[in-house]
T-cell receptor, first 118, second 114 residues
């Protein structure tokens, strides 16, 4: 199983709503990532979890709150979002690389959640 | 600052023809380079991944090359099919001491027509 599963596929939410995006993988990967992608732009890294601990936060606003309950699950909690937060949110997983050049860092991406904030 | 530049931005070719996409990068310390295919509104799918010691890798009709000295990579697609229409993204991984940090190129939008 080389799949990363994201739910929901589509989400429309108001600026006062609270919602969560979910990501699941069963490849035994111990690194999981959230990316944000706007139309016709490359994905932008938001958060990295390594061994269930937050290792990188790319100065993401606090209205986005990540959570890694266990090694297979990654959540992104959303609260008080703005219309400009509308984007495709991608989850990815990989094995943490142990050394420079290691192939173990191959990242597998989910299909994404298309988020629209109204 | 780590950067990945791709060319051309977009490309239209006829079905059955070959094409080559380019990627130049300034990423340090270099760990590996990947090519992904991304359909609109979907997650990227890995095509190839290469370390600095590899200079070519194939995956079916896709062949990637890497010149670590000039920091250039190319993705060659042979006998293109309509289903090859997608964005092709070059992603270079930098070693961040405990993990790889990915720098994404802006992609080449490929359209294959009849």
């Amino acid at each position: 199983d080389t799949e990363v599963t994201q739910t929901p596929k589509h989400l429309v939410m108001g600026m006062t709503n609270k919602k969560s995006l979910k990501c699941e993988q069963h490849m035994g990967h111990r690194a999981m990532y959230w990316y944000k992608q706007k139309a016709k732009k490359p994905p932008e890294l938001m958060f990295v979890y390594s061994y269930e601990k937050l290792s990188i936060n790319e100065s993401v606003p606090s209205r986005f709150s990540p959570e890694c309950p266990n090694s297979s699950l990654l959540n992104l909690h959303l609260h008080a979002l703005q219309p400009e937060d509308s984007a495709l949110y991608l989850c990815a997983s990989s094995q943490p690389s142990l050394r420079q050049g290691a192939l173990s860092g191959e990242a597998f991406f989910g299909q994404g959640t298309r988020l629209t904030v109204v | 600052k780590n950067q990945v530049e791709q060319s051309p931005q977009s490309l239209i070719i006829l079905e059955g023809k070959n094409c080559t996409l380019q990627c130049n990068y300034t990423v340090s310390p270099f760990s590996n380079l990947r090519w992904y295919k991304q359909d609109t509104g979907r997650g990227p799918v890995s095509l190839t991944i290469m370390t600095f010691s590899e200079n070519t890798k194939s995956n079916g009709r896709y062949t990637a090359t890497l010149d670590a000295d000039t920091k250039q990579s190319s993705l060659h697609i042979t006998a293109s099919q309509l289903s090859d229409s997608a964005s092709y993204i070059c992603v270079v991984s930098a070693w961040a001491g405990g993990g790889n940090k990915l720098t994404f190129g802006t992609g080449t939008q490929l359209k294959v027509e009849l």
